[in-house]
């Protein structure tokens, strides 16, 4: 990784009387002698260790008369030389000169090299413990870091609704408390924040908009993706000509029908028929199939899915109407048999109506859908550390039971429909 000259480094390339140096090659000498070069390639690049281990650089200048270089720090306190081995001692400007005495008909010359020593990466854990009453009850924060030795410090920038002292967090008034975990890096790491928004008593959480509408069957109206489908296991889990998909003339809504369009088995063979609808986070038109997807909607306080659903007659008077909805993470992991994966967390609701319906299903009660092989998943843990890609309505069982009247047989549908802005709040 390289990183880029300060305005000082530039300054030094252009100014050589100045700085001794341009950077890279050249550094010809002066009265004395037969001019020279000194090559100095660019030493940058590498992070400052983790004490007491010290991060170290060969330096490997060259000069054209073939005389020795010896080196000299021109910011020991930031790194240090000892022969041709460079120290990296803390994190900033790092300035070196690589010199050639002369000698031999040779004048003497001087480079110079100019560059940052980037600080370590550094995190904060710190999941929101979610709406809280408005009670005498101090709240205990609870934060983690990831450099040894150096807990998070809280603090608030709302202390007419909460107050903070150390990792104990009193409730004051009805409101928003926004609560602040931060590191200070020092010279080795960097300094890193997380701020989260509790509701107090009262108070809602700010509302996230997942969608507000959609611009057709395959794109939500903030251009995230749309990717309506349907199957049986017949037809090997795929539409193969009997799904349908529209969305209304003003954007409103989007509906998808899977039609079993073969008589029912009457055996006692095993089968099912299904229909979904998965609708993307804006902006978001894919999941990454080699690692976590950084793109999404993140929650904080966020309580509850908040959505308007609608389901046909003919599903609905089967009895197996239940909806399974599944917020899909950009949690990834790859399973042993080499499968791409990335973890759900799913909750169940069973319409009591057919018609266009509001439906809020609380964040706390999704629970893990697919663990992706991996175990100890906490669903709160992870929607606080991993964004929602993706939003699933599926049918676990479809319509197979009730005939549609109005078209011939066999002819057995099974139609979602979402109508309205899907929110998390």
Known sequence: MRFQLTAVALACGTLLAACGGSGGGGGGGGAGGMAQ???????GGETVAVPPTIATITLKATASSGGPITYVSNTPATCSVSG????????GECSVNANQAGGDGYAAATQRQLFVIPKRPAAIFFRNPGPQPLDAQPL??????????????????TPAVCAVSGTALQKLADGLCTVTASMDGG??????????????????????????????TTTTSEDGKVDPRGGSSETDWWCKGWCD?????????????????????TDG????VWSEIDVYAPHVTQISNSK???????????????????????????????VEVDLILGHFNRKKNNDECNVHLRATFKPSSPAPANYSLKLRDFTVGESCEL????PWFELQDYSVVAVRFASPVGNFKVPSPTAPPPNYPTTITLTGPITFQ
Do not use: C
């Open 37 to 43: 070069s000194v090559s100095f390639p660019f030493p």
């Open 84 to 91: 041709a081995t460079l120290s990296l001692l803390k994190a």
């Open 140 to 157: 205990q924060l609870v934060a983690e870091s990831s450099v040894a030795g150096s807990p998070p410090v809280f603090t608030t920038s």
């Open 187 to 216: 010279d080795i790491y960097e300094s890193v924040k997380v701020v989260k928004t509790l509701p107090i008593g009262n108070a809602l959480s700010p509302e996230i908009k997942f969608l507000s509408g959609y611009k057709n």
């Open 245 to 265: 998909v529209s969305v209304a003339a003003d954007g409103s809504s989007i509906t998808n029908t899977y039609t079993y369009k073969n008589q029912p088995y």
């Open 269 to 272: 063979r095993w089968w099912r």
């Open 292 to 322: 976590d997807t950084q793109e999404g909607v993140r929650i904080d306080a966020q309580a509850a899915l908040k959505f308007n659903f609608s389901q046909n007659q003919e599903w609905f008077a089967t009895g197996d109407n239940q």
């Open 375 to 378: 175990t100890g998943l906490n």
